[in-house]
C-alpha cells in the first residue's frame, strides 16, 4: 500500500522569534516549491506560530505545534489551547514527544487524554514513542513499544487512528547523532503495525503513517525512508538549517516515484 510520506519539522525550543522562523523558511519554501508528493509540516515554538502561518500561506508546507494542553481554556497557567493552536493555522501537533514524557514528566495517561481532545479539536495528531537505551540493550524494546501502544492509544475507535500519525523515536537517538540502522527502525516499524492489526485491523494498520525521529539527516534520509514501513521523519536539528530539510524532504519524494 502507498502511503503518503511525511516529513515534520520540530524546532523544539529553538527559532522561537518571528525573523529566526523568517530568515529559515524564506529559504525553505523555494527548495520544496511544488513537492506534493510529501506532506511537509513545521513546528515552530508557540511565539512563532502565527509568523510562521502567515509565512506559510500559499506555500505547500503546513503547520504544527509542539504540544498542547487536553483542556479548551480555564485556569491552567503557561498551557496551550488547541483552540489557540487552530486560531493560528495548526493542523497538526505533536504529542507525546519524549522531551516531553522526560523532561516534563508527561505520562501515558496524560499523552491519550491530549490525543483524545486533539482529535476532538480536529487537530491531527504526530504521536511520539519509543524506547531509552538502557530499555534497548536489556532487550525490552518491543516490550515498551507494546505498552506505550496500549496506553497511548487507550478508547482511541478505528476512525479516529486514520487521522493519527505515529512517530517512532528511539530515545537514545534523539540529538544524540546516533541513528538507529534502517533494519532497526524497520523492525519496530513492522512491530507497531502488527500491534495496529491486533489492536484495529489490516486496513488500519496499512493506512496508518509511521514517521522514524532520531537524528535523521541527508546522509541517513534515503536509506531510512527506503525502507517499506517507514513513512517520513520527525526531524529535530536537521530542520532548523532549510538546505538540510529540503535535501530529507527530496529523499522522501524520492520513494515516491
Ligand atoms: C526530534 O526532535 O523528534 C528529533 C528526532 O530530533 P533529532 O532529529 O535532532 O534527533
Not at 509540516?41 to 511565539?47: G, K, L, N, S, W
Not at 501537533?93 to 486533539?118: M, P, Q, T, W, Y
Not at 533494519?183 to 522514524?212: C, F, G, N, P, T
Amino acid at each position: 500500500m502507498m502511503r503518503k510520506p511525511i516529513i515534520g519539522g520540530n524546532w523544539k525550543m529553538n527559532r522561537g522569534t518571528p525573523s529566526e522562523a523568517k530568515e529559515m523558511l524564506v529559504q525553505l519554501i523555494p527548495l520544496v516549491k511544488g513537492i506534493n508528493s510529501v506532506d511537509i509540516v513545521i513546528c515552530p515554538p508557540y511565539t512563532a506560530l502565527s509568523a510562521v502561518n502567515n509565512i506559510l500561506k500559499n506555500s505547500n508546507i503546513k503547520l504544527g505545534g509542539q504540544n498542547m494542553y487536553f483542556e479548551e481554556k480555564g485556569a491552567f497557567t503557561g498551557e496551550i489551547s488547541p483552540k489557540f493552536l487552530q486560531a493560528v493555522g495548526c493542523e497538526y501537533v505533536i504529542l507525546g514527544h519524549s522531551e516531553r514524557r522526560n523532561i516534563f514528566n508527561e505520562s501515558d495517561e496524560l499523552v491519550n487524554k491530549k490525543l483524545k481532545k486533539a482529535l476532538e479539536m480536529n487537530l491531527k495528531p504526530i504521536v511520539a514513542i519509543g524506547e531509552h537505551l538502557e530499555e534497548r540493550e536489556a532487550g525490552k524494546t518491543k516490550e515498551i513499544i507494546l505498552y506505550q501502544m496500549n496506553e497511548t492509544f487507550k478508547d482511541i475507535t478505528k476512525e479516529d487512528m486514520k487521522t493519527i500519525v505515529i512517530a517512532y523515536e528511539p530515545i537514545w537517538a534523539i540529538g544524540t547523532g546516533k541513528t538507529a540502522t534502517p533494519e532497526q527502525a524497520e523492525e519496530i516499524h513492522v512491530y507497531i503495525r502488527e500491534l495496529l492489526i491486533q489492536k484495529y485491523d489490516k486496513e488500519i494498520a496499512d493506512s496508518i503513517r509511521i514517521q522514524y525521529g532520531g537524528s535523521m539527516k541527508p546522509e541517513n534520509a534515503e536509506d531510512l525512508l527506503s525502507k517499506n514501513n517507514i513513512d517520513g521523519g520527525l526531524v529535530g536539528g536537521a530542520s532548523l538549517n532549510a538546505e538540510l530539510l529540503a535535501a530529507i524532504i527530496k529523499a522522501a519524494e524520492k520513494t515516491t516515484n
